[in-house]
Nanobody, 116 residues
Framework: QVQVVESGGGLVQPGGSLRLSCATS????????MGWYRQAPGRRRELVAS???????NYAESVEGRFTIARDDAKNTVTLQMNSLKPEDTAVYYC??????????WGQGTQVTVSS
């Protein structure tokens, strides 16, 4: 049973920072792609950032230069450092792990609220 668990969400003021973490565990093939998605109320889930097994990162235009994704393959973890947060970054953030088959695994989501 594969488990994907996110942590690190919360309430932060505009301009502040948060760091999200995601750990994948359980029996699975090697992980090829890890990423973060978000979904705001009334909106579709969207890709925030992703990173391949060789370290190539991809970002949504709206977060480019403010967010940084990183992965640790020894621990099967991926993090998202979010700086200069804006109210429009408010959403539930989901971790996505893709193995080599490919099979997709999702976490339960963590709430990020940016508000003064």
């Amino acid at each position: 049973q594969v488990q994907v668990v996110e942590s690190g969400g919360g309430l932060v003021q505009p301009g502040g920072s948060l760091r999200l973490s995601c750990a994948t565990s359980g029996s699975m093939f090697s992980i090829s792609l890890m990423g973060w998605y978000r979904q705001a109320p009334g909106r579709r889930r969207e890709l925030v950032a992703s990173i391949t097994s060789d370290g190539h990162a991809n970002y949504a235009e709206s977060v480019e230069g403010r967010f940084t994704i990183a992965r640790d393959d020894a621990k099967n973890t991926v993090t998202l450092q979010m700086n200069s947060l804006k109210p429009e970054d408010t959403a539930v953030y989901y971790c996505n792990t893709v193995n080599a088959i490919p099979q997709h695994y999702w976490g339960q989501g963590t709430q990020v609220t940016v508000s003064s």
